[in-house]
């Protein structure tokens, strides 16, 4: 069953029902308990995802605070940009 199966099914439930009716009830018991398993651990990602962000955050103010404490900015750290140069690049010394 290809990806674009599944979200037609997921999206429309009178074509989640056609396509349940096909299935035997042990089939469906066991689409469930597979589908269960599948929510679970997405949510289980979701929840970590969440909490890295809130270490990253976390992290991230105490950085700055850190920062403000010593006096510093970002353009503090970050070193001055190379200036580019405006024209055409020099041509090639072997004359080719």
């Known amino acids: 069953m290809s990806s674009e199966t599944l979200e037609r099914i997921a999206r429309n ?13 042990e089939q ?9 398993e599948v929510i679970e ?5 979701e929840k970590l ?5 809130a ?6 103010a105490e950085i700055r605070e850190a920062m403000n404490d010593a006096g ?3 353009e503090d750290l970050v070193g001055e940009q ?3 140069r405006r024209g055409r690049p020099p041509k090639n010394a072997s004359g080719s």
């Open 72 to 74: 510093l900015s970002v």
């Open 41 to 45: 651990q997405k949510k289980e990602e």
């Open 49 to 53: 995802r969440k909490q890295e962000e």
């Open 13 to 25: 439930k009178n074509v989640a029902r056609a396509a349940a009716r096909q299935l035997s009830m």
């Open 55 to 60: 270490d990253k955050e976390r992290k991230l």
């Open 82 to 84: 190379p200036r580019r």
């Open 28 to 36: 469906l018991n066991k689409l469930s308990d597979v589908i269960g």
